[in-house]
């Protein structure tokens, strides 16, 4: 077997499930049914559905080993990438295998009792809800519950192996910021500044690309426009990028700015002024604090700036600055995961979460944003966005 299409050895899978297993025990579940594409590659280690019409679904009992199930046309990619013993195709381009998911189950011995399911916080079935509708039909002394937290409590502590291609997802991404601002000229418009930033990382080996750009003050009330925009860089501009790309399916995410020509004494002061409350974010981070507590910090250090008609009250109460309405976000297989470090969440961190931490405020002078992303180690922390956090002129 070709080891090029694995993305971890198989240990790293059977750790996955056992960790699954320990978490069902303790939760009272007998199994968890994942259908949605990343969960399904989390645990089975091969490409979840890219189509609607051919669902993936993997299931994994608290006793006994996994089943997956999945469209013959994945069948020879999935032998390639997946450890799993038993691979289950079908053929029908009409909705999940219904027979064959049910008889899963019962030669799993899993006919009652508690099945974990994608139906709660921020997770999606990865089939039809009439499909959904129809396997508890067909399993009638099973109860369906939700598993989002059991989910969540597995995906959001990062392994070795995770963390490894979260960090090189970083220097991909810090090593383009680098090439693209030595490259990036005044009198370029923004389309053509994105270009040589997606392209760089590209080069640098990062997939599934993506760059928000601003270089105001004429947008600075949308936050930021989705796609570059023709407008050409001008001396007094901010160039403000927010990017990120996957490496072997694990994300990077931060931003950073440059200058176009010397910035203004009140630029300097604002960038200033979010950089530090920034840094002091992160340095709050370590095993054991709650992630509302940064957020208060921060809400407390724009105060005493006296910045707080830019950032609101709370996490968002500002018309331009702090839309998302939260400080920062996990990040993992996606880029934005649980927990969100926000005053409405009280999750605990954990050695082996990574979060971003991206305080904001936007006006006619720029885009202040510098967004890191943070590994929670077992005493402290550990910033994985490396590109450079000084205030760049071009």
């Not at 064959?100 to 039809?128: C, H, N, V, W, Y």
């Not at 690309?209 to 901010?238: A, C, I, M, Q, R």
């Amino acid at each position: 077997m070709d080891l090029e299409y694995r993305r971890f050895p198989k240990a790293e899978y059977e750790r996955r499930w056992e960790r699954a297993k320990k978490i069902m025990a303790t939760n009272g579940l007998d199994a968890l049914i994942v259908t949605e594409s990343n969960n399904f590659t989390y645990f089975s280690g091969a490409h979840g559905d890219f189509s609607y019409s051919r669902p993936t679904v993997f299931i994994l009992p608290r006793k006994g080993n996994p089943v997956s199930i999945i469209h013959d046309f994945f069948d020879p990619s999935h032998q390639r990438e997946s450890w799993l013993e038993d691979i289950r195709p079908y053929t029908s381009i009409f909705g999940a295998p219904i027979e064959m998911i049910k008889q899963a189950f019962s030669d799993l011995g899993i006919t009652t009792g508690l099945i974990g399911a994608e139906l709660g916080r921020e997770q999606r079935l990865g089939l039809p809800f009439n499909d959904f509708i129809k396997i508890t039909n067909e399993l009638p002394n099973a109860e369906f519950v939700d598993g989002s937290d059991e989910l969540w409590s597995l995906r959001m502590v990062k392994s070795p192996a995770e963390i490894s291609n979260m960090k090189k997802a970083c220097k991909i991404s810090s090593d383009a910021y680098c090439k693209a601002f030595g490259t990036i000229r005044e009198g370029m418009t923004e389309k053509e500044a994105t270009k040589i930033l997606y392209d760089a990382t590209v080069e640098g080996g990062g997939s599934s690309v993506w760059v928000l750009t601003n270089s105001g003050p004429y947008n600075y009330e949308s936050g930021f426009l989705p796609n570059p925009s023709n407008h050409t860089l001008e001396k007094g501009n901010l160039l403000w990028f927010d990017t990120g790309c996957n490496y072997k399916g694990y994300v990077s995410d931060f931003s950073r700015i440059a200058a176009i020509g010397e910035p203004s004494d009140e630029q300097k002061r604002l960038y200033d002024i979010v950089n530090t409350i920034t840094i002091k974010c992160v340095e709050m981070i370590r095993p054991g604090i709650i992630v509302s507590d940064i957020s208060r910090f921060c809400n407390i250090a724009f105060e005493k700036a006296g910045l707080s008609d830019l950032w609101g009250k709370g996490d968002c109460s500002s018309k331009n600055s702090n839309r998302a309405q939260r400080l920062g976000h996990g990040i993992g297989m996606v880029t934005t995961e649980p927990p969100h470090v926000a005053i409405y969440d009280d999750t605990e961190l954990k050695a082996g979460m990574v979060i971003n931490i991206e305080p904001t405020i936007a006006n006619q002078l720029g885009h202040f944003n510098m967004e890191s992303d943070v590994l929670v180690t077992e005493d402290g922390f550990e910033v994985l966005s490396l590109a450079t956090r000084d205030l760049l002129q071009i």
